[in-house]
């Protein structure tokens, strides 16, 4: 399966597709520039600045969104207005990158050093009653995390460690049991489809890949640009699948698309978005 360029190369580092009804369509993230992208159903594509970094986005139940940006959170009211939340570091070499919403309505984001340090990073949670709380550490590139249709189960990918692991999930508990689901060269971000399946990014590796429930590799989406970072079910039906890509650190005339969206129809379905309860 090949996917197909749908933008220009619009971001430096694309990222986060998020679809919502809510919304009327697809977001998703010029991450480093820290741009909000939205697609409207003309083509056409609308940018908002939100802070230095915008590294995740969900929406919320109430209206707007709930945002995960350099050093922390931020809420976006239904009128637009983002208020940020206290800093939850003051270390400026550490920042957000990549999170979803649980079953509960809770907004969790995982950390990354600018440097890549090892054990630098970890992974906080945004409650609806705006506690946070650290919920794993000892995390170096913190990427994909989403749960499974059931909610049972989440999956999540530390890149540095090569492979996608799965935790057990409860309300009362989080997340326990972790253990390996898949080796993965480079895992970035990743989603679900309404079967189980597992669609994970490959930074650097140009291409998505599905695994299966019980982490066997069942589909490839190749995508003509090396950079994939994240993807997300989308259209009226969920029935389409969103990749973002990314340009950072191409020399200038490399992959000219790098950084565009592209989109496949994978014959699955993805499941709604989970919505921030707060």
Partial sequence: MRAEQITEPVAYHGEGPVWSGAWGGLRWLDMLAGDVLSLASDGTIARRHVGAVVAAIRPRRRGGAVIAVERGFALEDADGTVTPLDPLWTDDGVRMNEGGCDPDGRFYCGS?????????????????DGSVATVIGDVTVSNGLEWSPGGGRAYYADTATGRVDVFDYDRERGLTGRRPFAAVPAPDGLTVDEEGGVWVALYGGGSVRRYAPDGTLDEVVEVPVTKTTACAFGGDGLDRLFITTSREDLDAGDEPDAGSLFACTPGVRGVPVREFAG
């Fill in 112 to 128: 990354m050093a600018y440097d890549q340090r090892e054990g630098a990073a970890a992974v906080h949670r945004l409650d609806p």
